[in-house]
């Protein structure tokens, strides 16, 4: 099973998945892996005569329930069918199970998962081992937002952003959960994808500096979510990060054990892993004694088709408010938000890295 992998590309009305898939087949079935998709079940139930708009109550659960139904089997059967090759395989999954979930009330989809025998924890944090979500056009790149290329498709702009946005919160926990980008050059979305899918499955993977900067908050900040991380280096050899990290958010948490390995001057090896709450708490005997354990409050949010994390440090360096963007390209301008004032730019300043961060002592 270890040579099987499994991933779900998610997102907001016209994020470009379809394109995505074409790129992510051709791409890996080039450098030997079996590559198997998975479509999109809602919309093969709404080609079949399902109506997702339905007022009619019962018909709509029914629908719903035979939805999950539906993606979990085909999911399982193609996960059987990959265990009977030689060469390792990834499966990616046109949506995911819990984009289900953002079409409907918490306690219908409470009764829906209780019904089909599993729960939300299960399908978010275990089933898959990566969740990429495409930012929807309609935030940051409104002029390629359209409906033409699939009948399904009547949302208005407002409403795909907040689709966009409800679809982020139900994968909120995933521990390997990355949102990707919408970009001027719709090429450097497609090639962010297959980077990250290339770091799941253990390819190396050219060393980026994330831009950062020092920032205050000036106002309220929209449609974000809120996290806290408990953050601990464990002792490693040389040339080798390795961390343990504990975020919590709505009263939930989940565990996520990393390691990074440079393999030269431009390229490392990133591997993540969910952990249970006894195996956190048994590597915690490993934290490096020369490195204290950081906290921060995080907030998370897409502003104008672009990710950003804002982490507000309590210990070490208390008071410290970082902006970092993701997946931002180089000859990209930042798309700052009018309620974060920049203070300075500390894009590549190694003093300002978490591992450096933690080395800070407590006057």
Known sequence: MDKIKKIVLTGGPCA?????????IEHF???GFKVFTIPEVPTLFSQAGMDYLTDNERFFYEGEKATLEMQLALEDKFVRMAEQIEQPAVIVCDRGAMDISAYMQPEMWEEITAAVGTSTGELRDSRYDAVLHLVSAADGAEQFYTTSTNKQRTEGLDMARQLDKK???????HPHLRVINNHE??????NRVLKEISGVLGLPQSIEEERKYIVEVTGEIPDCVESDIIQTYLTAEPGCEVRLRKRSWKGKCVNVHTTKKRISDVEQIETERQISNNLYDSLLGQADPYRQTIRKRRRSFIWKGQYFELDAYQEPAGG?????TKGVVQQEPVKFPPFIRVLEDITGNTRYYNYNLALARKS
């Open 167 to 173: 679809v982020i919160d139900a994968w909120t926990g």
């Open 29 to 31: 079935s080039s450098r």
């Open 16 to 24: 470009g998945k379809t394109t995505a898939l074409v790129r992510v």
């Open 185 to 190: 050059d719709f090429e450097n979305k497609l």
């Open 320 to 324: 410290l408010v970082i902006l970092e």
